[in-house]
Antibody, heavy 123, light 107 residues
Framework: QVQLQESGPGLVKPSQTLSLTCTVS??????????WNWIRQHPGKGLEWIGY???????YYNPSLNSRVTISADTSKNQFYLKLSSVTAADTAVYYC???????????????WGQGTLVTVSS | DIQMTQSPSSVSASVGDRVTITCRAS??????LAWYQQKPGKAPKLLIY???TLQSGVPSRFSGSGSGTDFTLTISSLQPEDFATYYC?????????FGQGTKLEIK
């Protein structure tokens, strides 16, 4: 049973870079057939897809955040990462990492999620 | 981006009731539609994908239907643990987008 766990600072100052790590256990991020996601939820609000990375290293970012987002992975540590630059209060949210599988038909929605980590942007 | 609109935004129901939630996409998404359940302080839980396929371990009282732009989630007989917020999500084209949520409350 794969498990995902987010970690990183809970408080980030405006204009700085938010950095989060998702540690995966019970499965390898380098195995084919899966894509690895970052999704966020503003307090009391809905869900927003930030982006994802395939095991090949290919990445896809939400255009609304594209210029500020970087998702990367370290297969030796079985971790993947989120960096979001130039943050403002609008980036305050619970950040989730999640795993979905894909096949030739397309990407299937994530069935495994981390518990989420609240990141507050404030001076 | 594809906009997903759920209705109602909230619904009150009793244990044993049948409840239906609808989701409409701003353009056709074939069957690339998922439903999630979220409880306070928890991550979303995948219930249904490909519009009507039940995720492993999800009770059979949950069902989904639809294709194109109009979809429904039905809970056939509400149980106490079903009171939560439900989201639809399209996986037809990136950025994947969610509906605004439907809060299912106890009457």
């Amino acid at each position: 049973q794969v498990q995902l766990q987010e970690s990183g600072p809970g408080l980030v100052k405006p204009s700085q870079t938010l950095s989060l790590t998702c540690t995966v256990s019970g499965g390898s991020i380098s195995s084919g057939g899966y894509y690895w996601n970052w999704i966020r939820q503003h307090p009391g609000k809905g869900l927003e897809w930030i982006g994802y990375i395939y095991y090949s290293g290919s990445t896809y970012y939400n255009p609304s955040l594209n210029s500020r987002v970087t998702i990367s992975a370290d297969t030796s540590k079985n971790q993947f990462y989120l960096k979001l630059s130039s943050v403002t209060a609008a980036d305050t949210a619970v950040y989730y990492c999640a795993r979905g599988y894909y096949d030739r038909s397309g990407n299937y929605p994530p069935g495994e999620w981390g518990q989420g980590t609240l990141v507050t942007v404030s001076s | 981006d594809i906009q997903m609109t759920q209705s109602p935004s909230s619904v009150s129901a009793s244990v044993g009731d049948r409840v239906t939630i609808t989701c409409r996409a701003s353009q056709g998404i074939s069957s690339w539609l998922a439903w999630y359940q979220q409880k306070p302080g928890k991550a979303p839980k995948l219930l249904i994908y490909a519009a009507s396929t039940l995720q492993s371990g999800v009770p059979s009282r949950f069902s989904g239907s639809g294709s194109g732009t109009d979809f429904t989630l039905t809970i056939s007989s509400l149980q106490p643990e079903d009171f939560a917020t439900y989201y639809c999500q399209q996986a037809n084209s990136f950025p994947y987008t969610f509906g605004q949520g439907t809060k299912l409350e106890i009457k």
